[in-house]
């Protein structure tokens, strides 16, 4: 059994996850990138300066076990090593990690959208 939300094994009869307090599940799912079975929802956490600050960051959520990715460049690219050139770059997170990707992300950089050049940039009004 495994949790969905921490990923944690526990071993047979224990049903739910102690530390997350969800129900267990009998198998994670790779494929739809959510592993309670449910389909992944990404949603915009930050629009930084540029691509490089953006997987710089991305690095740090996904140390911290949070399930994240990039968005730069053109509206279906998914990958900064597409439009290294554009202004700024947008990462995406799990929204059931949103709150502990904000959590991390100010505790490294506060309010800073620009981490690497100090600057700020004005985020797009939703």
Known sequence: MFCPVCESEYEPGVTRCPDDDVQLVEALSPETGA?????????PLHKLGSPPEAEMVNDILK???IRS?????????FSPLL?????GAV???DE???DRAMEIY???????????????VEEEEE
């Open 91 to 93: 990462i995406l997170v």
């Open 35 to 43: 592993h309670d079975g449910s389909e992944a929802r990404f949603v």
């Open 96 to 98: 059931r990690d949103y």
């Open 63 to 65: 140390n911290n076990g």
């Open 83 to 87: 439009s290294s050139t554009a202004e």
């Open 106 to 120: 100010t505790a490294f950089f506060g309010s800073d959208t620009t981490p690497l050049t100090g600057g700020l």
């Open 69 to 77: 990715m990039v968005k730069a460049g053109g509206d279906d690219a």
